[in-house]
């Protein structure tokens, strides 16, 4: 089985994971952080997803859920996921809060 090749946004230190199931970047001051595709998902603060918390019809979880897509917008990053959901806007400051423990 051929992995596809890890998908990189342009002039960026992000770059997806060959399995596309995670995201790194570098962080200000040299670190690196990792979040899950599913972390991700849960966390996307977009219209729709926040709408859809309110609603109370929001998923617990996103199993197998992929990264197949990432564009550097420069202050933030927007991903595209597997189930076909890309409005997702994350700002890096917000990237790196997510990875925190
Ligand atoms: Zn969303």
Do not use: Q, W
Request: charged share 20%; proline share 7%.
């Amino acid at each position: 089985m051929s992995m596809p090749p890890p998908i990189a946004a342009e002039g960026t230190n992000c770059e997806v994971s060959a399995d596309l199931a995670s995201l790194s970047m570098l962080a200000s001051g040299g670190s690196r952080v990792t979040l899950t595709a599913e972390k991700l998902r849960l966390s996307c603060k977009c219209a729709h997803c926040t709408r859809a918390r309110f609603d109370e019809r929001f998923p617990d979880g996103f199993p197998g859920i992929a990264i197949v897509g990432v564009a550097d917008l420069g202050y933030g990053l927007n991903i595209s996921f597997s189930d076909g959901h890309n409005r997702g806007i994350y700002p890096k400051s917000y990237l790196v809060h997510l990875a925190e423990p």
